[in-house]
């Protein structure tokens, strides 16, 4: 499977994005899919996930603002994000995978300035 986000950018504190996510290959049933993000120099976090079991999650940090959405037939996911603060400010990885295992696409930059 090869992943290709986009949607990034450049944005003001309330304001609002909707990132996108392109896959190739075969995502089943029993795929994860979501998207993570990275500060630099801290560790990569998950942000929100359709688990494999059907279930919606997402760090409490972005709780009732960021809703992750996905569209079976296109193979593609995406991340709309309103309300960002600056400490939103990272590059956004989507993801996929099946158990412990997964892969991650080239990543899109999201800057929110305050």
């Known amino acids: 499977v090869q992943l290709q986000a986009s949607g990034g950018g450049l944005v003001q504190a309330g304001e609002s994005l909707r990132l996108s996510c392109a896959a190739s290959?075969?995502?089943?049933?029993?795929?994860?899919i979501g998207w993570d993000r990275q500060v630099p120099g801290k560790q990569r976090e998950v942000v929100a996930r359709?688990?494999?079991?059907?279930?919606?999650v997402y760090a409490n940090s972005v709780k009732g603002r960021f809703t992750i959405s996905r569209d079976n037939a296109k193979k593609t996911w995406y991340l709309q994000m309103n309300s960002l603060k600056p400490e939103d400010t990272a590059v956004y990885y989507c993801?996929?995978?099946?158990?412990?295992?997964?892969?991650w696409g080239q990543g899109t930059l999201v800057t929110v300035s305050s």
């Open positions: 290959g075969t995502i089943s049933e029993f795929h994860f």
């Open positions: 993801t996929t995978g099946i158990g412990g295992t997964g892969v």
């Open positions: 359709f688990t494999s079991g059907g279930d919606i």
